[in-house]
């Protein structure tokens, strides 16, 4: 595990996330950012509730062990997750790949199994479930999992997938 | 091995396995038991296990395992007071798909009502934080049930090796534990094809990430040659309340299910065989291909019940499996 701030790409993805954690930094009397304010007037409810980890393709398997091959395969780079809680009713992490091109991002995406997921329009290509949503876009990978089932998961879950998808277009 | 007097007798003298953790194998000479216990109200009307349901699910499946009828008796069978009693978790999977908090306090009430002491048990993985992560408490002080990962006091140095193996074992295993309980999840594996018992091994060791290629074969069956696993290993109870078929070893809850129940055996081999049959009969019935078909048919299970290994049986018809 390292924690980087060296690459942009990094830097912005590490501000996204914050971003979507600014009811959270509110509550906790943080100050937040311009692309916090601009996240957080679109996904309402949403706070963080750890703080954001880093792994290195090196290191991936520290997180993803007997997966990291496959992501390996695929060009990744690094994964960023952090964990987040919807009106303290949804807990869900979100895991951002970065690939070494969109052409890996989207041969990942596109090895997994859909099984009866629901397609949704994000990024170049998503798909959703009950408790989960994954899409990718350009060189990225997003996967979203949410730790409870109810009717508004899914709907919630997306709604936090567009804002992840408007900040990785910036 | 060939037609011998029972499977136990066996494991004992080839593993050198202590004669104290022995239970009654199966319920005809020759076979490992692997006892499924399953309770569909486990988790009664809420997303989590019932603790009291749970408690009493292991205790279902520990009667059933040892053939004793009070829910006492079986842990006095398997470790004796003044052991110091390492629990092995499972909390790589994150949240949702780890192993569960309840079963393990569950656990660790029977342990102490065996005459473990609390502050002899040590619930523990490779990394403190994960195990917070998944809902642990931890502690390494006090006289209350200890509970960290490797991180926190590492490695040996010195390298264990067996076969294709070579590793620095975890100080909590050579140093903290007598008796090891394995409490794995039963999970679909994008390597190795399953991961339960015998791949939860990974978490003792510094380089697991050396040992996946082939489909983790041999490297599985190699670390649980360590003379170190395989002398402290005497249970494993897995929790199979969550599963998962497809997308392992991570949590997809699009290819978990709750499967409401545990698999105990006192053979990894054989309960590993168990697990990978449960996960193929749900990939069928999702419509998935077979684990073979998918080119990743756990092999590992076989070597490591092979002449070289000898961790167990992975022949169903030497396997005793009883659903409670």
Redesign the interface.
């Known amino acids: 595990l390292r924690k980087t701030n060296a690459l942009l790409s990094d830097l912005l993805i590490a501000a996204l996330l914050a971003a979507l954690v600014v009811d959270a930094g509110c509550n906790r009397g943080t100050r937040r950012g311009s692309a916090a304010s601009s996240a957080s007037s679109e996904i309402p409810g949403w706070v963080k509730s ?1 703080d954001t980890r880093v792994f290195e393709a090196a290191d991936l ?2 997180y ?7 992501y390996l395969k695929f060009g990744v780079q690094r994964v960023q997750t952090a964990d987040y809680k919807f009106q303290n009713k949804i ?1 869900a ?1 979100v895991d951002i790949y970065t690939m070494a091109n969109a052409e890996g991002a989207r041969k990942l995406f596109e090895s ?2 859909a ?3 629901k397609r949704a329009q994000l990024g170049d290509a998503a798909r959703i ?4 949503l994954v899409f990718c876009m350009g060189p990225y990978l997003v996967r979203m ?5 109810s009717a508004e998961v899914s709907q919630v879950l997306l709604e936090l997938g567009r804002s992840i998808e408007q900040g990785l277009r910036k | 091995l060939k037609q011998c007097a029972t499977q136990a007798a066996v494991l004992c003298a080839a593993t050198k396995l202590p004669l104290l953790g022995a239970v009654e194998q199966g319920t005809s000479a020759g076979k490992s038991k692997v006892v499924i216990a399953a309770d569909p109200q486990l988790r009664g009307s809420a997303a989590t296990v019932d603790s009291n349901r749970i408690l009493s699910l292991l205790d279902r499946a520990m009667q059933s395992l040892y053939g004793l009828d009070h829910p006492g008796e079986p842990w006095k069978k398997l470790v004796r007071p003044g052991e110091k009693v390492g629990i092995k978790v499972n909390a790589l999977g994150g949240r949702g798909l780890s192993t569960n908090v309840a079963l393990v306090e569950a656990i660790c009430e029977r342990l102490q009502e065996a005459g473990v002491k609390a502050n002899d048990i040590v619930i523990w993985d490779r990394d403190s934080e994960e195990l917070e992560h998944v809902g642990f408490r931890t502690a390494w002080s006090g006289t209350r049930v200890q509970c960290f990962g490797t991180d926190r006091v590492g490695f040996e140095e010195e390298l264990a090796r067996y076969g294709s193996v070579g590793s620095r074992l975890s100080k909590i295993l050579t140093r903290n534990c007598d008796v090891l309980i394995n409490v794995p999840v039963l999970k679909d594996h994008d390597g190795a094809g399953v991961t339960i018992a015998l791949k939860n091994m990974y978490g003792v060791i510094h380089n697991p990430n050396k040992y996946h290629p082939q489909g983790c074969d041999p490297y599985i069956a190699d670390v649980n040659m360590l003379p170190e696993i395989r002398q402290k290993m005497r249970l494993t109870i897995c929790d199979a309340t969550t599963a998962c078929y497809e997308g392992g070893p991570a949590f997809k809850p699009e290819y978990s299910w709750r499967n409401n129940a545990l698999v105990v055996s006192q053979d990894p081999v054989a309960l590993d065989y168990t697990g990978w049959q449960i996960i193929e009969r749900k990939r069928a019935e999702k419509g998935f291909k077979t684990l073979e078909a998918d080119k990743r048919m756990p092999r590992y299970i076989a070597t490591a019940a092979d002449a070289q290994h000898r961790l167990g049986t992975n022949d169903p018809r030497r396997i005793a499996l009883v659903e409670v």
């Open positions: 750890g398997w520290k993803v062990d007997g997966d990291a091959e496959r807990e992490t997994e199994p099984g009866d997921a479930y009950s408790q989960s999992v949410a730790f409870q089932e």
